[in-house]
């Protein structure tokens, strides 16, 4: 007999070589068809395989991520399966779950696949599929494996078994298939009920493009056709939100090859809005007790070989450029110029905590290949600040900074996000992460308190921490589900001592602070980018770069929408008059489309009474309206920062 602890905590007794699935059909039927995949002792294994030894096991089901990439690792081969029936003798390479579905880069010979034979191909998964085949693993030696491939003359196959150990080879086969493959997979192919193939790329053999390029067939499935239909409207909706796509059409940014890849430049609109972020950014600092400071972009060698960016992140930053025999950089972050600003007066226990804020503009150097919209540049305002405090200060200052995160994302109307903690690992102290293991724990102690005392949902993991103490990485997820990293709050207990800051303690001793790095709104460039998607374009009213369109039915009502235009600018709205020679009909769509909150349509009625005809964005006409009842109403909208 052998002892299988399940997650909580329970002890039960099984005969040697009993499986998951085995374990799970003893709980219940239910479970036992629900189950994927099993973690063993920390290891993600087939339910089918068996357990020779005592071991702890968790069952995976689709509700878990591992559950869903055995799920998705598992259609990649019957995608192959199917692959293989319609093109005898093309080649695979390999075929792995990815973040929402799965891909196989194949060979396809002097075959050629096209997106017209993806309808054909996902009917011939569905009908593999429904035969319900097992995916049946098999140890094999090496010398037998090898031999296998060359009588297939893969040599692709053969290319992977040359970095495999020998006693670690195993096949899995379901229906006609068999690949080289470590596993784990699903017990059965019919747990795939909904199939959709979506795109054809392709790839260079290993990322090389001097190698020969391998078709790429990407695709996705799901355990039920519901949440196929879901996803795929998502990606929909996905497509119309794209920030590149909307960014173009609101004239919120732009690019330009000859200022460089990486390098927004923001538009007058893409302006107004930075603008609008970093008055809330002021205003709330300002009432949270923050100071403002401004810093230069670049700095001398000398202070990133003290913060330690030269030895551990040179690769992220641009090359130098040298004057009078020095070296200055351009600046990966703003904390060095605040950790200076700090240093430059005498601080005692009275002056703590002293929060320093800067929208500070940084520079990175991301790969190329990495770069993507706004979401990934090279140039990047962020929303900074660096609080020193002492270490009872600690708990009330990182709650303050969630509280302001909370508060955020109230006016964003962000409803769903998590908060990662990422801890230290002791086996890499002195590597990866400084050596001071009491502070550590300590830190990481008082991070995880404060977290569960302000009920901020957060999951913790192991062995990511920044190098100079733990850190908490938000994501947050747009109105239609997208995920975002927005932004990492930081304890540091390391960046104090090797600045040598220090205040006057209330003994009179020199002490170290301990640092918080913050920045709620991340940086204007992921930030909008994510506003662009979650809003759709839409902006609230507050932060839309055009509040107002005046539309007069002809020209003999401009000077009346004139008058409104001053009033409506004296009351600092951001409006303008549609002035050109097109029907009201054609202003209304044109207006829509350019998304624009407000609409005052204005002809001879309107103008006899004083008052304009009120259309908002997405809902419509909302009648005639007197004019400074109308200013009255979208001072306060915009005041309130209202979502709509
Ligand atoms: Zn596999
Ligand atoms: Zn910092």
Redesign the pocket.
């Known amino acids: 007999m052998i002892k299988i602890t399940l997650p909580d905590g329970a002890v039960r007794e099984y005969e040697k070589g009993t499986s998951a699935f085995d374990v799970a059909r003893s709980i219940s039927e239910g479970l036992a068809r629900k189950v994927l995949a099993a973690s063993i002792n920390g290891e993600v294994w087939d339910a089918s395989r068996p357990i020779n030894e005592d071991a702890s096991l968790k069952l995976l089901t689709w509700d878990d991520s591992d559950g869903k990439s055995t799920f998705w690792?598992?259609s990649?081969?019957l995608m192959a399966e199917a692959v293989e029936a319609g093109f005898p003798g093309v080649k695979f390479w390999v075929?792995p779950a990815i973040d929402k579905g799965f891909y196989y880069d194949i060979d396809m010979g002097d075959k050629k696949i096209t997106e017209e034979d993806l309808a054909q191909l996902e009917k011939k998964m569905n009908e593999l599929a429904k035969q319900n085949n097992n995916y049946v693993r098999k140890a094999m030696s090496k010398a037998e494996a090898i031999k296998y491939f060359t009588e297939k003359g893969d040599e692709y196959k053969l290319d992977l078994l040359q970095n495999l150990e020998d006693g670690n080879i195993t096949f899995?086969t379901q229906g006609n298939f068999t690949?080289l493959?470590?596993?784990p997979?699903i017990p059965a192919t019919g747990a795939i009920k909904a199939i959709k193939l979506l795109s054809i790329a392709g790839a260079y053999w290993k990322g090389d493009e001097k190698n020969k390029q391998l078709t790429r067939i990407y695709g996705v499935s799901f355990p039920n056709q519901k949440e196929l239909d879901e996803y795929l409207m998502m990606l929909e909706e996905a497509k119309k939100r794209d920030h590149r796509k909307l960014g173009k059409e609101l004239g919120i940014f732009t690019f330009d090859d000859e200022v460089g890849q990486g390098l927004a430049l923001w538009m007058p609109n893409g302006t107004i809005i930075i603008e609008e972020l970093e008055n809330l950014a002021k205003q709330t600092e300002k009432a949270a007790g923050y100071k403002r400071v401004v810093t230069p972009h670049i700095a001398k060698e000398s202070v990133y070989l003290t913060s330690g960016h030269l030895p551990y992140y040179e690769d992220s930053m641009y090359p130098p450029m040298e004057m009078d025999g020095t070296k200055y950089y351009l600046k990966p972050m703003n904390c060095p110029h605040h950790h200076k600003i700090f240093a430059a007066e005498q601080r005692s226990y009275k002056d703590l905590p002293l929060r320093l804020a800067e929208y500070g503009t940084c520079y990175r150097y991301e790969q190329s290949g990495e770069l993507f919209g706004l979401m990934r540049v090279r140039c990047l305002h962020m929303n900074d600040a660096h609080i020193y405090c002492t270490k009872e200060q600690f708990a009330d200052e990182f709650r303050a900074v969630n509280d302001m995160y909370i508060k955020y994302f109230k006016i964003f109307g962000i409803d769903k996000y998590v908060m990662r903690l990422s801890l230290h690992d002791p086996a890499h102290l002195g590597k990866k992460y400084i050596n001071e293991p009491e502070l550590w724990l300590e830190t990481e102690d008082m991070v995880r308190k404060v977290l569960i005392e302000s009920n901020i949902p957060f999951v913790e993991v192991q062995n990511e921490g920044a190098f100079y103490g733990p850190k908490i990485d938000v994501q947050i997820w747009s109105a239609i589900g997208r995920e975002f990293t927005l932004a990492t709050n930081q304890v540091d207990f390391a960046q104090g001592r090797s600045f040598k800051l220090e205040f006057t303690n209330q003994q009179n001793h020199p002490e170290i602070p301990l640092i918080i790095h913050r920045a709620p709104l991340g940086t204007h460039e992921r930030f909008i980018g994510f506003l662009l998607e979650h809003y759709a374009g839409k902006f609230p009213l507050w932060l839309a770069p055009l509040q107002v369109k005046i539309l007069p039915i002809s020209d003999k009502f401009m000077d009346y929408a004139n008058t409104i235009l001053q009033t409506l600018k004296n009351a600092d709205i951001r409006a303008e008059i549609d002035d050109r020679h097109e029907k009201i009909g054609r202003k209304i769509r044109d207006t829509e489309m350019a998304k624009v909150p407000y609409m005052l349509v204005v002809g001879e009625k309107e103008m006899n009474e004083n008052k304009a005809s009120v259309r908002r964005q997405g809902k419509g006409d909302l009648g005639a309206k007197d004019v400074d009842e109308f200013v009255n109403e979208i001072i306060t909208e915009i005041k309130e920062k209202k979502a709509d």
């Open positions: 690792h598992s990649a081969h075929g899995y690949d493959c470590r596993g997979h």
